[in-house]
């Protein structure tokens, strides 16, 4: 059975800095894998996807690396602010559905 | 391209009574999906349509709960009977794999609570 964590669970960084969001699954035959951003009482919005032969997405300020051998993902920010304030969450695909992790709740401090 | 709609945003229900949430998925994707969400966890997935087939049940969706997707449009998710721990945020998404390549999109979600 496909098992998603994710760490840390919550995070608070001053303004300007880079982080590191980190995701791991249990089973390394996925599909895909996507983060979204969840703002507070809303739905999520996907941010970046990364097919299973691909190695990492990038968009903007944030890059998203896929090691499916060692079933890791990273969210990299770059250069975070206030308004990237929110819960990152990381899927994998299997098949029909995919599986959430629990989040990492990121706030930045201006 | 309008994005996922749900209906309602909110819906408080004394415990007992029926509810019914909607669901109109984006027009070209032929994948729908219910999710439910408590405070501080992930979605949980509950079904999954293909056009108006429903090809997947989670363990979590009890006889209470029943979900349809006439002709493949819209989605229909109903809970029976509630109870308090039926309170979560629920959430549809609907992809295409051909379109989207299986990229979700999220609708804003159904917040319920059963008093």
């Known amino acids: 059975k496909q098992e998603v964590t994710q760490i840390p669970a919550a995070l608070s960084v001053p303004e300007g800095e880079n982080l590191v969001l980190n995701c791991s699954f249990t089973?390394?035959?996925?599909?895909?894998l996507q983060w979204f951003r969840q703002d507070p009482g809303k739905g999520l919005t996907s941010l970046l996807l990364?097919?299973?032969?691909?190695r990492e997405q990038t968009s903007g300020r944030l890059n998203a690396s896929l090691d499916k051998s060692s079933g890791r993902s990273t969210l990299y920010i770059a250069a975070s602010q206030p308004g990237d304030s929110a819960t990152y969450l990381c899927a994998v695909w299997e098949t029909y559905k995919y599986i959430f992790g629990t989040g990492t709740r990121l706030k930045v401090l201006a | 391209d309008t994005g996922v709609s749900q209906d309602p945003r909110h819906k408080i229900t004394k415990r007992g009574q029926n509810v019914t949430f909607r669901c109109d998925p984006i027009?070209?994707?032929?994948?729908l999906y219910w999710y439910r969400q408590t405070l501080g966890q992930g979605p949980e997935f509950l079904t999954y349509?293909?056009?108006?087939?429903?090809?997947?049940k989670s363990r979590l969706l009890s006889d209470r709960f029943s979900a349809e997707r006439p002709k493949g449009s819209f989605s229909t998710l109903e809970i029976q009977r509630t109870e308090q721990g039926d309170s979560a945020m629920y959430l549809c998404a609907s992809s295409s794999r051909t379109v989207t390549n299986e990229k979700l999109f999220f609708g804003s979600g159904t917040q319920l609570s059963v008093l």
């Open positions: 089973d390394s035959a996925i599909y895909n």
């Open positions: 027009s070209e994707h032929n994948r």
């Open positions: 349509f293909q056009n108006e087939a429903q090809l997947e």
């Open positions: 990364i097919q299973s032969s691909q």
